[in-house]
């Protein structure tokens, strides 16, 4: 009898997980639009200036915020979480003063306590490219803050990742566990983040609406699968990149614009996450599309660009050679002539 009893409460409890995963903390993204009105910068960034940092409360414990278009026109999202013990804090963004680019102060302002009863606060990153780093030495001297290095020996030194890129790991907030996943493929030490509290996904710029800077595309294909696999049985409300470069009919807006008007959606899907290793094998290793996203290689268009301004000056060059030997042999033949 104790032994039928033991079953059915190890059956109970099975049947139990799924509702448990489901009970996320809920927030708001505007659910009724998919999007929060974000600022869109202006067109005259010195005559019209706009808070040079836009705060969204997702709930009590969660924040986005995002660096002004006027600012920098990578206009990054940064992500504040907040456990009972500490605080998380995804990204820096891209400007370092902070005269221009109050950060730390924001940030602070949205901690609990007062003074040396703050609540400490670890500062990761999704990846090392400057947009997302640059707002480090602001935190730098704070006290009671942590700010862990973007370079993979670091990464894998402070999430205890021991077979990179294999393997997760786990941050502990406080009631509050954030998951970490290598994602490499972007950038050597990418790393996405799961909120167990809120199924929100921070992937930074591994995925995002817009542009999929691939730099590698094995690893990024093998982060994709490993990213689809995590997922799979988990839920998720909403994924949260690091840029938004669409508007709302899925046109890519222009590099270095400081005016994005009529910009799409921040918030991707679980099915985009699923869905993304068929995107990336989609990929044809140079520039291509896949949906709403666009896939290149930085790197390679780059030299395909740098080839063609080298062919161009070299067409000039020869031109130029070409035109002066001419007007040269034209000078003898004038000067025999005349003799």
Known sequence: MKSWLYVLLIAAG??????????????????HSMDVQWN?????????????????????????????????????????????????????????????MPLANTVLSLLPGAGTTKLPLIVVHTHGHLDHRSGDAQFSALPNTQ??????????????????PNGTATVDLGNRIVDAIPTPGHYPSHVTYYDRMTGLVFSGDFLLPGRL????????????????????????SY?????????????????GESYHPNERALPL??????????????????????????????????????AGVLIVLAGIGYGLYRFVRHRKARRLAAAVASA
């Open 14 to 31: 099975l049947l139990a997980m799924p509702s448990a995963w489901s009970q996320l903390a809920p927030g708001s993204m505007d659910v």
């Open 147 to 164: 700010v862990v290095g973007t370079d993979l020996e670091h990464v894998k030194q402070y999430f205890g990742f021991h077979d990179w």
């Open 239 to 255: 994924v949260l990149g690091g840029h938004i470069e669409l508007d709302k009919n899925n046109a890519l807006s222009s590099l």
């Open 40 to 100: 869109e910068g202006s067109e005259h960034c010195d005559a019209q200036p706009p808070s040079p940092l836009q705060v969204h409360r997702y709930n009590a414990q969660t924040f986005v915020l995002r660096e002004s278009l006027c600012e920098t026109a990578e206009a990054p999202f940064i992500y504040l979480l907040l456990g009972t013990d500490k605080a998380l804090l995804i990204d820096t963004g891209d400007v370092s003063d902070p005269k221009r």
């Open 213 to 236: 800077l691939i730099e590698d595309k094995a690893a990024d294909l093998a982060s994709a699968h490993r990213v689809a696999d995590f997922f799979k049985d988990r839920p998720v």
């Open 269 to 306: 899907n679980k099915q985009d996450l699923l869905d993304l290793p068929a995107t990336i094998a989609s990929f044809n290793g140079f520039y291509s599309s896949h949906g709403m996203f666009v896939m290149m290689s930085q790197t390679r268009v780059l030299l395909a660009l740098l």
